[in-house]
C-alpha cells in the first residue's frame, strides 16, 4: 500500500490574478516615485509656469 499525499491545485485564474496583481503593484511603486519627481522638477522649480498671464484690463489697472 502507498500514500498519496493530495495535491492542492489552485486554479489558473487566482493565480494570474495574483501575478497581475504583483506587477501591476511594483508598477505602481515604479513609476509614482518618477511622476512626483517629474513634476516637482517641471512646476515647482519654475515659478514662473504657474503665473497666468495678466489681461490688458489687469496691466492697466497694475500700471
Known sequence: MG??????NQPKEN???????RVAKAALLTIVPIL????T???LSEEE????????????NRN
Open 36 to 39: 512626483i519627481q517629474a513634476f
Open 49 to 60: 509656469a504657474w503665473e497666468e498671464p495678466l489681461d490688458d484690463e489687469d496691466q492697466e
Open 15 to 21: 493565480i494570474i490574478n495574483e501575478l497581475l496583481k
Open 3 to 8: 500514500f498519496r499525499l493530495p495535491v492542492i
Open 41 to 43: 522638477e517641471r512646476y
